[in-house]
């Protein structure tokens, strides 16, 4: 089904070209129009002697001629030329009463001749025309032209079996080639890693769908030019073949040349920036290893300017091939562009904002890949940054997506920041009551932290007081750490270490919060 939706897309496109290209063609040929008879182009008429155009002066000449041939009464050798009207004018006559045409001044000023010689070479050349049109048509002629096109038409036949065998070759070896194709690269990148096996399966087969598709109709569209031009009733249709294909090919010559200064500029363009940006991911490479250091410029920044500068990079280039592109001047063009452009400025507000907030946060360094941060009430290790957004990993084992512009609107804390420089302080409210006296409950406090796992011995904990209750003395425990990354297990240990010591020492934590620890008598 979809080899045959393929092919029926192929040959439609194929068909609205030709069917488009007659009235282009037509409209090419406008200071000449060849005069045209049994499909064979005899001369070229290139002036216009009355309120006729030029094409329909060279029609009316045609059908003359083709009107004299018919006539058996008129011989090729009573095609003559006659004077005309004016001395600067002279006519082409068959016999006594036909006028074939008119043969002007300005007609032999063009060719550089003499009217009189002008005049005669046009009525040699009506004569063999009217020759070559009766011979055309006798039974001799007819029956060698049928022996030539059932040859034709063999060699077309022997053309779809050879394409019908090539096909079946291609088929067989359609699963082992995109293996091989794997091992090609673009820009330096393995075409594995764009497409899958899958797509490029179906890429190798409709490439060889195309090509052979392609030479079937090219095969067809010769043999119905030089088959139709055997005969003299279809061979007006083969010269429109003909002229067609001579029209296509000439106007994509005269594009091709028309466009190779641009096209050798855009190249040399796409050169220079394509080692611009070698050289450019060569040196922020290296800053990134910290072999070229410079003042102020941390390693982590690397990757971020690199892509900045890339894409200004890429901005320049495209501004200065973009007026070199061929078509980028016409009208339909360049409101397509328009269009596109905006477009893409009023669906993409929220994605340079992020944008811009990932440049700044890279820039300010607030937290680095592994970190263990809180942002917006979310706690958890730094797992991917991009240049949209953030994606975390909370103590439970949840990802979270936070778009780059929202964590520039909120605090955030980095929990490693301090362990890498010293060590993080972990924090906790403790409430006893007054009977217990502060020398003891920060001894008990103390010796609850040091003996929680992953608590650093030096620098020590230490506690302050840190408010006056109505029914309780608020203290504050502060322990070191190296490890934020376990804070709940050493929350959890730190809590359970500090009620088993208000046990041990007589003291029920277990009563109404705003009663709070009491020592029990």
């Known amino acids: 089904m979809a080899f045959r939706k393929f092919i029926f897309i192929l040959l439609t496109a194929i068909t609205v070209c030709f069917a488009v290209a007659p009235a282009a063609f037509a409209g090419e040929i406008a200071e000449s129009s060849p005069v045209v008879v049994d499909g064979t182009e005899i001369f070229f008429v290139k002036v216009r002697?009355?309120?006729?155009?030029?094409?329909?002066?060279?029609?009316?000449?045609?059908?003359?001629?083709?009107?004299?041939?018919?006539?058996?009464?008129?011989?090729?050798?009573?095609?003559?030329v006659a004077p005309g009207s004016s001395a600067r004018v002279l006519e082409i006559v068959a016999g006594d009463d036909m006028r074939i045409a008119e043969i002007t001044a300005a007609d032999s000023n063009i060719e550089g001749i003499t009217l009189d010689e002008h005049a005669e070479n046009i009525a040699e050349i009506i004569r063999r025309s009217v020759a070559d049109y009766r011979e055309a048509r006798r039974v001799r002629h007819l029956v060698v032209q049928s022996v030539k096109a059932f040859l034709y038409t063999?060699?077309?036949?022997?053309?779809?079996?050879?394409?019908?065998?090539?096909?079946?070759?291609?088929?067989?070896?359609?699963?082992?080639?995109?293996?091989?194709?794997?091992?090609?690269?673009?820009?330096?990148?393995?075409?594995?890693?764009?497409?899958?096996?899958?797509?490029?399966?179906?890429?190798?087969?409709?490439?060889?769908?195309?090509?052979?598709?392609?030479?079937?109709?090219?095969?067809?569209?010769?043999?119905?030019?030089?088959?139709?031009?055997l005969f003299p009733w279809t061979a007006e249709w083969s010269y429109l073949l003909g002229s067609y294909a001579v029209f296509v090919f000439e106007r994509a010559g005269t594009m091709a040349l028309g466009v190779l200064p641009n096209i050798l500029?855009?190249?040399?363009?796409?050169?220079?920036?394509?080692?611009?940006?070698?050289?450019?991911?060569?040196?922020?490479?290296?800053?990134?290893?910290?072999?070229?250091?410079?003042?102020?410029?941390?390693?982590?920044?690397?990757?971020?300017?690199?892509?900045?500068?890339?894409?200004?990079?890429?901005?320049?280039t495209v501004i200065i091939v973009y007026p070199r592109i061929p078509g980028a001047q016409s009208a339909v063009f360049q409101g397509v562009s328009v269009l596109l452009g905006i477009v893409i400025s009023i669906g993409s507000t929220t994605v340079i904002s992020n944008l811009m907030a990932g440049v700044a946060i890279t820039y300010t360094r607030s937290f680095h890949l592994g970190d263990r941060v809180e942002i917006g009430g979310n706690v958890g290790d730094i797992v991917e940054k991009s240049a949209l957004s953030i994606r975390m990993r909370t103590v439970k084992n949840e990802i979270v997506t936070i778009p780059n512009s929202s964590i520039l609107s909120q605090p955030v804390v980095n929990f490693n920041?301090?362990?890498?420089?010293?060590?993080?302080?972990?924090?906790?409210?403790?409430?006893?009551?007054?009977?217990?006296?502060?020398?003891?409950?920060?001894?008990?406090?103390?010796?609850?932290?040091?003996?929680?796992?992953?608590?650093?011995?030096?620098?020590?904990?230490?506690?302050?007081?840190?408010?006056?209750?109505?029914?309780?003395?608020?203290?504050?425990?502060?322990?070191?750490?190296?490890?934020?990354?376990?804070?709940?297990?050493?929350?959890?240990?730190?809590?359970?270490?500090?009620?088993e010591s208000l046990k041990r020492e007589g003291i029920d934590p277990n009563v109404p919060k705003q009663v709070v620890a009491k020592k029990v008598k």
């Open 49 to 80: 002697i009355t309120s006729d155009s030029i094409g329909e002066r060279a029609r009316l000449i045609a059908d003359k001629i083709v009107n004299a041939a018919k006539d058996p009464k008129i011989s090729v050798d009573d095609i003559k």
């Open 265 to 316: 500029t855009i190249l040399a363009i796409l050169f220079a920036s394509g080692l611009l940006l070698r050289f450019n991911k060569f040196i922020f490479d290296q800053l990134k290893r910290g072999k070229i250091k410079i003042a102020g410029f941390y390693p982590d920044w690397a990757d971020t300017t690199r892509r900045i500068f890339k894409v200004f990079v890429v901005a320049f």
């Open 417 to 499: 920041s301090p362990s890498k420089e010293g060590a993080l302080i972990l924090h906790l409210p403790v409430s006893i009551g007054y009977d217990v006296k502060c020398q003891r409950a920060v001894e008990l406090l103390t010796e609850a932290a040091e003996m929680t796992p992953d608590i650093l011995s030096e620098p020590r904990p230490y506690v302050l007081f840190a408010e006056m209750g109505d029914y309780a003395f608020v203290y504050e425990l502060n322990a070191f750490t190296r490890h934020p990354e376990k804070m709940p297990f050493i929350y959890s240990e730190l809590n359970k270490n500090i009620v």
């Open 154 to 229: 063999c060699a077309l036949v022997l053309v779809f079996a050879v394409l019908r065998r090539i096909s079946a070759a291609y088929k067989r070896y359609e699963d082992r080639m995109p293996d091989g194709l794997k091992k090609f690269r673009i820009l330096h990148v393995p075409v594995a890693r764009l497409v899958s096996a899958g797509m490029l399966r179906r890429i190798y087969e409709y490439f060889g769908i195309s090509i052979i598709v392609l030479s079937g109709f090219a095969a067809t569209y010769c043999y119905a030019f030089f088959t139709l031009g």
